[in-house]
Structures are given as structure tokens and as C-alpha cells.
């Protein structure tokens, strides 16, 4: 089925699929009117060295200066407190919900992974935000998963991401995760770089893992929505019209918004359920086994997990500098 082609491909593409701003640039969602909007450590670290984010940032330093502890620990409660002015501002701008990630170095800690989300979430509702528009942002390791069935069930939505591959899919559905992010664009960086083979289309590994999950959880009756990420051009996005939710830059929003493409629907749950895909386990020993016979996805989280950590770090320097 395709859109009405007097729309722009972006306009197309929303009578799909739920578009999220893959963005902490306050102008660019008002610009795209996304419906959600998700932030990650990287986004908020680049975000804070630009003149229009200062205030936030004075304002999370100003509070953090009567916090005790070493400037370390104050860095890191000053983190947590720009992290929710940064999502209560964008609330203002989005009707939906907004993702607030957890420290990624916490990804393997479920115990701590839960303490931060509901810490969050306190400071949210602390703020007049109700916890019905926030999902908290997990990392898809198994400890994520675990942490994510307790917070779903304390009413505490997740959105696990990082995610590279069907058995995480598996695992963050089985735990009642609201919403997972698998990130196409790093999955076709991977298989390029490794084969040397340049991919587009239905072929393109990055899709094909998508459409795969989306498969998977709509013929089973898994409730946990997916939500494309991380896409590296427009034909990626345009191969997943459909997927419940999809995650896109301002730049690739901008060039939907300027394109007259017509969006056909490709993914449709009543297609999914007749897919022949069979059940994968789903215990502990299964979901690590199945993730080390996937290099690409072992690499992937491991790097991403890596990456992510490092920016809460540079961040954190950044905070400490200040308050010195």
C-alpha cells in the first residue's frame, strides 16, 4: 500500500510508521514535529557545547554545586539533573514520550541499572513529568533485559537499545520491554567493512535484521513495539516503512521532508504472521551462546557499550572542569 504522493516522502512515511527525532537540537523537533523524541550520552554531549544549550547546562551546574560528595559523584548527580532538563524541554516540544538513557556503564548491573532508572524517573515526576512520557534507555545485554522486566512491572517504561540481534530481541520482549531500538546503520557499517560489499535495498544486512525481529514478534504476539535506529541514509528508512516506530537524524528528516518519493508500505504485521520463522530459547545460557555465534552483535554491543560509556565520561570532565 502506498501514501498519498502529493505529501513529501516524510509526510508518506508517518501515515506508517510513529517518526522519533533521533536528536538532542531542540530546533530540529519543532522543524519535524516528531511524535517521541530520544536522546543518547553522545547526542547530549556534543548538544552541551553549543551556545543554545548553555543555560541548561548552567542551570544543572549551578544546583550541582550544593550537592555533597567528591566532584566526581557531584559530576554525576549533575549529569542525572541535565538529563532531565534536557527531556523535560523536550516534552515541551514533542506530544509523546522522550528517552532518558541510563549510564551505559552500567550495562551489565541490574541492581544498578534499576536504582538509576527509578531515580530518574523520581526526578521526572519531581519535575511534573509523568512516568507514562518517559522511556528509560537500556543497553540489550542480558542484564538489561533482567533489569527492564523489574522496572516494566513497576510501571517503568524501557526502551532497550543497542541491539544488533534477534536473540536480544527475544530477550527484551520476554521481559515486557515497551520498546526495543535495534540499530540498523552500525549493522550495515559492520557487514561493508568486513565484506567490503556495499548494500542497499532488501539486501542490506542492517534491514534484513529488522524485518526479521519485526517478523518474530508479530507472529508470536509480543506486545514490545520496534523502533528502527541509527540508519545511515534514507533508503534504509524507506525499506522499514511500516515498523512501529523509527528513530531518524534532522539531516535524513530533512531529506525526507525534501523528497517526493513514494513510501510504500513494507512491513505489516498481518504479512508477519505468516512468516516461517521458528522460536529461538530464551534462557540465560541460550541468549549469551546464540550472541558469541554472532560476531557482528558481540562486536557491536561490546563497541557501542564502549563508546557511549566514553562520552558520560568526557562529559563528566567537562562538569568537574566547570565546578573547579
Given at each position: 500500500m502506498a501514501a498519498n504522493t502529493s505529501e513529501n516522502s516524510l509526510q508518506q512515511l508517518?501515515?506508517?510508521?510513529?517518526?522519533?527525532?533521533?536528536?538532542?537540537?531542540?530546533a530540529s523537533m519543532r522543524q519535524f514535529t516528531p511524535q517521541d523524541a530520544t536522546t543518547?550520552?553522545?547526542?547530549?554531549e556534543k548538544a552541551v557545547d553549543m551556545p543554545a544549550y548553555q543555560p541548561l547546562l548552567d542551570k544543572a551546574i549551578a544546583e550541582g554545586?550544593?550537592?555533597s560528595?567528591?566532584?566526581?559523584?557531584?559530576?554525576?548527580?549533575?549529569?542525572?539533573?541535565l538529563l532531565i532538563l534536557f527531556g523535560c524541554e523536550i516534552l515541551k516540544i514533542v506530544p509523546g514520550r522522550v528517552s532518558t538513557e541510563v549510564d551505559a556503564r552500567l550495562s551489565f548491573d541490574v541492581a544498578g541499572t534499576v536504582d538509576k532508572a527509578r531515580h530518574l524517573i523520581s526526578m521526572y515526576q519531581a519535575a511534573g513529568i509523568?512516568?507514562?512520557r518517559v522511556l528509560i534507555k537500556i543497553a540489550s545485554t542480558w542484564e538489561g533485559a533482567q533489569a527492564a522486566k523489574v522496572l516494566q512491572q513497576e510501571g517503568i517504561a524501557c526502551n532497550l537499545t543497542?541491539?544488533?540481534?534477534?536473540?536480544?530481541?527475544?530477550?527484551?520482549a520476554e521481559a515486557g520491554a515497551t520498546l526495543i531500538s535495534p540499530f540498523v546503520g552500525r549493522i550495515y557499517d559492520w557487514f561493508?567493512?568486513?565484506t567490503g560489499q556495499e548494500y542497499s535495498g532488501p539486501d542490506d544486512p542492517g534491514v534484513r535484521s529488522v524485518r526479521t525481529i519485526y517478523a518474530y514478534y508479530k507472529k508470536f504476539g509480543y506486545?514490545?513495539?520496534?523502533?528502527?535506529a541509527s540508519f545511515r541514509n534514507v533508503g534504509q528508512i524507506l525499506e522499514l516503512a511500516g515498523s512501529d516506530l523509527l528513530t531518524i537524524s534532522p539531516t535524513l528528516l530533512a531529506e525526507l521532508q525534501n523528497a517526493s518519493t513514494t513510501v510504500t508500505r513494507k512491513l505489516d504485521p498481518d504479512a508477519a504472521t505468516a512468516d516461517p520463522i521458528s522460536r529461538i530459547p530464551c534462557d540465560e545460557k541460550s541468549f549469551r551462546r546464540l550472541l558469541n555465534d554472532d560476531a557482528m552483535a558481540t562486536e557491536k554491543l561490546a563497541e557501542g557499550i564502549r563508546l557511549f560509556s566514553a562520552d558520560i565520561v568526557k562529559l563528566e570532565n567537562k562538569i568537574v572542569a566547570r565546578l573547579a
Open positions: 508517518k501515515r506508517f510508521t510513529t517518526v522519533v527525532a533521533d536528536t538532542g537540537d531542540f543518547n550520552p553522545t547526542l547530549i554545586r550544593g550537592y560528595g567528591s566532584p566526581e559523584e557531584r559530576a554525576r548527580q549533575i549529569i542525572d539533573r509523568p512516568r507514562q543497542l541491539m544488533f540481534s534477534l536473540p536480544q530481541a527475544v530477550a527484551c561493508k567493512k568486513s506486545r514490545t513495539e520496534v523502533m528502527g
